[in-house]
Nanobody
Framework: QVHLAESGGGLVQAGGSLTLSCVASGDTSCIGALAWYRQVPGKQRELVTTISAGGVVHYVASVEGRFTISRDVAKNTLYLQMNSLKPEDTAVYFC??????????????WGQGTQITVSS
């Protein structure tokens, strides 16, 4: 079992910056890919960015060049640096992790989410 806890959300003006953190605890020995998703009420959860166990990153086009995902393996922490924030970035942001159990089966874990509100 892996527990994910996000922090760093809040209210920011358009053009501002925020950094989200996601700390993993529990059985963190077999965490693979990590990701950030976001969700707006009434819409499906949207993949924002991913980082593989090897450090390969991908971004959705709408955040490319503005957001940076990174992971600190020693601290079991995932980060999302968000710059040049826009009102359309307003959403609840969720941390996501793929992690295997002792049998090698992978499961998907989610954090509880943290609200980002960007005012215009």
């Amino acid at each position: 079992q892996v527990h994910l806890a996000e922090s760093g959300g809040g209210l920011v003006q358009a053009g501002g910056s925020l950094t989200l953190s996601c700390v993993a605890s529990g059985d963190t020995s077999c965490i693979g890919a990590l990701a950030w998703y976001r969700q707006v009420p009434g819409k499906q959860r949207e993949l924002v960015t991913t980082i593989s166990a090897g450090g390969v990153v991908h971004y959705v086009a709408s955040v490319e060049g503005r957001f940076t995902i990174s992971r600190d393996v020693a601290k079991n922490t995932l980060y999302l640096q968000m710059n040049s924030l826009k009102p359309e970035d307003t959403a609840v942001y969720f941390c996501n992790a793929d992690a295997c159990d002792a049998s090698g089966f992978y499961y998907v874990y989610w954090g509880q989410g943290t609200q980002i509100t960007v005012s215009s």
